[in-house]
T-cell receptor, first 111, second 114 residues
Framework: QKEVEQDPGPLSVPEGAIVSLNCTYSNSAFQYFMWYRQYSRKGPELLMYTYSSGNKEDGRFTAQVDKSSKYISLFIRDSQPSDSATYLCATLTGTASKLTFGTGTRLQVTL | NAGVMQNPRHLVRRRGQEARLRCSPMKGHSHVYWYRQLPEEGLKFMVYLQKENIIDESGMPKERFSAEFPKEGPSILRIQQVVRGDSAAYFC????????????FGQGTRLTVV
């Protein structure tokens, strides 16, 4: 079993839709939960991260962590064609020296 | 303020040759991480280095792969006697001390072994 599971998609939505991206994880020691955006043939770019459970909002993006069910989510409101990319979730323990990534979900926002 | 610089962006090597990938961290960052991304897969951790020290190499293949981060100059990921299975995108990230939540990634080096 992979430590972080993520549906690879692709996920196609119309412009303006609310997008929900999700990951599950198995290691209870994970404390930090990150979301990266990766455009084609580019490096990953950190969107936001949360520590432990709860919600965090940044503009059109909301990250949510439910440690009881080991479930992490990223919501994108009013999606735009420029949001079309692969979204990677990643986790980190408090003492670890490495990020553990999901496989990424490819999102396509259509006009 | 330049970001994490990786070069070359694209590298083609024949089987059995050596590949050298370079990474210059962001200004003020002393920690470097290397990740490998195979097609349709997420990023896999390879190695974590500080200046002149390898801190965690648990993700490095036991043979043919090595990494260094000298006192002066960029970090180098070296792959000897490349095989087709080494074809992948290799990403470097850098961070300040203890700051993986503040890590920035480079644009990657795409290695193709022919």
């Amino acid at each position: 079993q992979k430590e972080v599971e993520q549906d690879p998609g692709p996920l196609s939505v119309p412009e303006g839709a609310i997008v929900s991206l999700n990951c599950t994880y198995s290691n209870s020691a994970f404390q930090y939960f990150m979301w990266y955006r990766q455009y084609s043939r580019k490096g990953p770019e950190l969107l936001m991260y949360t520590y432990s459970s709860g919600n965090k909002e940044d503009g059109r993006f909301t990250a949510q962590v439910d440690k009881s069910s080991k479930y992490i989510s990223l919501f994108i409101r009013d999606s735009q064609p420029s949001d079309s990319a692969t979204y990677l979730c990643a986790t980190l323990t408090g003492t670890a020296s490495k990020l553990t990534f999901g496989t990424g979900t490819r999102l396509q926002v259509t006009l | 303020n330049a970001g994490v610089m990786q070069n070359p962006r694209h590298l083609v090597r024949r089987r059995g040759q050596e590949a050298r990938l370079r990474c210059s961290p962001m200004k003020g960052h002393s920690h470097v991480y290397w990740y490998r991304q195979l097609p349709e897969e997420g990023l896999k951790f390879m190695v974590y280095l500080q200046k002149e020290n390898i801190i965690d190499e648990s993700g490095m293949p036991k043979e043919r792969f090595s990494a260094e981060f000298p006192k002066e100059g960029p970090s180098i990921l070296r792959i000897q006697q490349v095989v087709r299975g080494d074809s992948a995108a290799y990403f470097c990230a850098s961070s300040p001390p203890g700051g993986l939540t503040e890590a920035f990634f480079g644009q990657g080096t795409r290695l193709t072994v022919v």
